[in-house]
T-cell receptor, first 112, second 109 residues
Framework: IAGITQAPTSQILAAGRRMTLRCTQD?????MYWYRQDLGLGLRLIHY???????GKGEVPDGYSVSRANTDDFPLTLASAVPSQTSVYFC???????????FGPGTRLTVL | GQNIDQPTEMTATEGAIVQINCTYQ??????LFWYQQHAGEAPTFLSY??LDGLEEKGRFSSFLSRSKGYSYLLLKELQMKDSASYLC??????????WGAGTKLIIKP
């Protein structure tokens, strides 16, 4: 692994189903982030973690949850998916909360 | 509220120079980033400005004026591969990154 990986690459999901998007980094970065990107709206922060064991809410946290059990992994869970959660989801990491963020390849999620 | 403004779309010619502007209104300022994003791909880091002035990096330069809440990204000797979206982002007083919607740059031969 080099950098940040995300899984799955894409997913079609029925409304009401539970889904976990996976994110793993091997750079030993302390901070990690989840964004969603929708056409014309730019990147919006869902949740973040400044260090393992801590998490915080971003601009659009409703309907999403995260955990940060260790440095490398930062999964994002949709407890009960809704069509408005159709988006491209990017995971990012940075050495600290004030440093440059580096992005994973993204997950394209469609909720029907 | 916090706001980052960029033009939605710009068109330029291969070999030319283009300037992409970004204005911001945020609660505090701790730095400004420019990212490049090709269609269907992740954003990649281009530049970072925290002090006023021009930062040059090869064909790309980024300028910042904190008093005016203004930055621009200057791309010289445009190549077809520069066709992409360019995202401006500002770190606010809480060290959260606030993102602009991006400028789609179309390069014509």
């Amino acid at each position: 692994i080099a950098g940040i990986t995300q899984a799955p690459t894409s997913q079609i999901l029925a409304a009401g189903r539970r889904m976990t998007l996976r994110c793993t980094q091997d750079m030993r970065h302390n901070a990690m982030y989840w964004y969603r990107q929708d056409l014309g709206l730019g990147l919006r922060l869902i949740h973040y973690s400044n260090t393992a064991g801590t998490t915080g809410k971003g601009e659009v946290p409703d309907g999403y949850s995260v955990s940060r059990a260790n440095t490398d992994d930062f999964p994002l869970t949709l407890a009960s998916a809704v069509p408005s959660q159709t988006s491209v989801y990017f995971c990012a990491s940075s050495e600290t909360a004030t440093d440059t963020q580096y992005f994973g390849p993204g997950t394209r999620l469609t909720v029907l | 509220g916090q706001n980052i403004d960029q033009p939605t779309e710009m068109t330029a010619t291969e070999g030319a120079i283009v300037q992409i502007n970004c204005t911001y209104q945020t609660s505090g300022f701790n730095g400004l980033f420019w990212y490049q994003q090709h269609a269907g791909e992740a954003p990649t880091f281009l530049s970072y400005n925290v002090l006023d002035g021009l930062e040059e990096k090869g064909r790309f330069s980024s300028f910042l004026s904190r008093s005016k809440g203004y930055s621009y990204l200057l791309l010289k000797e445009l190549q077809m591969k520069d066709s992409a979206s360019y995202l401006c982002a500002v770190t606010d007083s809480n060290y959260q990154l606030i993102w602009g919607a991006g400028t789609k740059l179309i390069i014509k031969p």
